[in-house]
């Protein structure tokens, strides 16, 4: 059962709205929700997205689950009635070239910080998915799987995985060749091959090892002994 600030307690079996609900009736009125897609690709940016649904029924998105169990056609639908519902709503997009500046961690961290700070409604507490977000300025709380079990997470996580999967078909215009509109720059058999053949397209994000090996940076493995 998780605890939020001041005691608030969470049943399990509550649903994906019951984080909210429980943080409303200690007067937390604007609960935000904050994720990331792209963290763990090779190639194109990263994306976050930070989303205050409002009370009752306007917030409840039909269909609204974590984007990663969604299809493409499913999550289109949910990122529309998102955009019609949220009280407030933001998307924040690191390119690969600062996420090797930074650092993929680090990156990471500030582009769910910039999203919060992107919310013309300022939040009274932030649920993120899965590890902290510390300088928001307000209580945050991590939630193991948020993207699942709480609604705001689970939309922000379909805001940033929309955007971002738009912006890799458009990459994938420019750079045919990597199939970015297939695999949106995560690490497929498809990818790895079109790494060896091509090398990196200038949206590889040079700071992944596999990457660094088609440049010709990086030893190739050998054989275990």
């Not at 019951?18 to 409303?24: D, I, K, M, Q, V």
């Not at 056609?73 to 709503?89: F, V």
């Amino acid at each position: 059962m998780p605890v939020l600030d001041r005691g608030v307690a969470v049943r399990r079996d509550s649903g994906p709205y019951g984080f909210e609900r429980a943080l409303r009736r200690r007067g937390m009125a604007t609960v935000a929700g904050v994720d990331e897609a792209g963290r763990g690709a090779c190639a194109g940016p990263l994306v976050a997205g930070a989303c205050i649904l409002p009370e009752g029924r306007t917030g409840q998105v039909p269909g609204l689950a974590d984007s990663k169990l969604l299809t493409a056609r499913a999550r289109e639908r949910c990122y529309d009635q998102i955009l019609r519902r949220a009280l407030s709503w933001s998307v924040v997009v690191v390119s690969h070239t600062e996420c090797d500046r930074l650092g993929m961690h680090v990156a990471n961290v500030e582009a769910l910080r910039r999203a919060v700070a992107l919310l013309d409604v300022r939040p009274a507490y932030v649920l993120s998915d899965g590890f902290p977000v510390d300088g928001l300025g307000v209580p945050t709380l991590a939630v193991w799987k948020g993207d699942r079990v709480a609604a705001c997470v689970s939309a922000a996580s379909v805001l940033a995985k929309v955007t971002r999967d738009r912006i890799m078909d458009d990459l994938h215009e420019h750079w045919p060749a990597y199939g970015f509109d297939v695999h949106k720059g995560y690490v497929t058999d498809l990818h790895a091959a079109a790494l060896t053949e091509h090398g990196p397209s200038p949206v590889h994000r040079m700071r992944f090892v596999n990457v660094r090996r088609a440049a010709g940076l990086e030893d190739e493995p050998g054989p275990v002994r």
